[in-house]
């Protein structure tokens, strides 16, 4: 890489949509602002690898009991927030104003909450809007199991889409300002939220079902529907999403990422790694520092500067400004 080419990628916006560092970081005692040696990412690498806005999603497995999930969930989000109390180089993104102030080569990391899974949600609209008081900006409706709101992907034989209940929570996220993602849902869901939220919406972490028929990934007709809808889907990096044989190489995340720029176009595409979300990682792609060794391979597959730059943060930078509130 020569040090122009690392100067523009240095300069160049950086998101990542899913990372799932945070309960793997509070599970395991460590600390997210040291270097880790047990995990793909941490704070000092983040930065490392240039990337300037990170979604950290707050993932509990499903339990049958809903409290317990809860629970578990604001944990995650203590620690989050306490990690940005104590360390300046890390700053809450809630606002349009605070996305405005993200900037490249600054060696500082803006975080946005998710949760993945509307299972802590339970049936209650407020516990919806105190997560967003608390500072969560995004939601994944489901996880892979079946909740209150909708079907994950591992229910899709019922076919079940958003309840009643799913169908207010969207209307409520839009009305809040938090970013709706549909990773994980079964196609019936996806097509329900197709159809009942007014704005964009993005598949956080999900890849395409015509390079891997993988359930979690999606289908062409989706890809586009996401993309007419203005919003974006991030790659993920997870073997099993990637290739049939389950491990997987940076070649095998190009041919996701280049299938979806032809079927969604340019501006529809972004990343959505899942470091520290996955049990096997692609070959050349062990850790987070590795990620300008992917943008530096599309280049030299001849992909331009300013598509890169979509990639690489402006895509998601969009739809975030369009629905974070003010
Ligand atoms: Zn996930």
Redesign the pocket.
Known sequence: MTKEWMNWYRETLLIDA?N?VVSKMKDGGLDFCQRQSATHSDLPRLLEAGVNLQVL?L?APPDSNKSVTLQRILSYAEYALDCVDRDPRLHLVLTKRDLEALSPAEGKLGVILGV?GGDCVGEELWILRLLYRLGVRLL?IT?SNRNALADGIWEKDTRGGLTSFGKEVIKEMEALGMIIDV??LAPAGFWDIAEVAAGPFIAS?SNAAAVCPHPRNLSDEQIRCVADRGGVVGVNFYGPHLTEFGSASIDDIIRHIEHLWNVAGEDHVGLGT?YD?MDIVPRELEDVTCLPRLVEKLRQRGHSESRLEKFMGGNFLRVFKTVLPD
Do not use: K
């Open positions: 899913h799932d999603a993932f993945e994944t996880w990773s994980h972490h899942d979300g």
